[in-house]
């Protein structure tokens, strides 16, 4: 099946973090793809790829960097695909640096940040941008957020039953 979602990373290094959207797209059985783009380190690769994304039938792109974290805005600078950008924690500034430069775009360019490190919540939220056109997938994702409900209701009644503090101990 042709890639829905493109996953782009600044380095291998964000590689593992990436893992996260990785399994949410793969739980949905939704196809993508996955490379490494530097926005400093190969800017025509960078733009290249932008460009061509629609052509080649993805629907949003996810792209994940650290520090001055260029790579989601100059991405979503070149093409007309929605962009959700992960910001990377480093050792300098938390990942705050990361959060703020994918957050602060100009007016024109926008892109959809998550929180520091939130690789599966971008997996979860290019779900839900190819659900908008899949019927398919809008129920896959809709059944997760169901499951998910149920697994913090059976939570609360196991913390409602044993008190918090046997549950804590039973759950370390």
């Given at each position: ?124 939220l290019a779900a839900r941008i190819v659900g908008t056109s899949d ?37 370390k």
């Amino acid at each position: 099946m042709k890639p829905l979602v493109g996953i782009i990373t600044g380095s291998d290094s964000d590689l593992p973090l990436m893992t996260e959207a990785m399994k949410v797209l793969e739980e949905l059985g939704i196809p993508h793809e996955v490379t490494i783009v530097s926005a400093h380190r190969t800017p025509d690769r960078m733009r290249e790829y932008a460009q061509a994304a629609v052509g080649k039938g993805l629907k949003v792109i996810i792209a994940c960097t650290g520090g001055s974290a260029h790579l989601p805005g100059m991405t979503a600078s070149y093409t007309p695909l929605p962009v959700i950008g992960v910001p990377r924690k480093l050792k300098s500034l938390d990942g705050l640096d990361s959060l703020l430069s994918m957050s602060q775009m100009p007016p024109g360019i926008p892109v959809a940040t998550v929180s520091i490190d939130g690789a599966k919540n971008a997996g979860l939220l290019a779900a839900r941008i190819v659900g908008t056109s899949d019927k398919n997938v809008q129920e896959k994702v809709d059944k997760y957020q169901k499951d998910l409900e149920s697994q913090i209701l059976q939570k609360a009644e196991k913390v409602e039953k044993l008190g918090y503090k046997k549950y804590l101990e039973d759950n370390k």
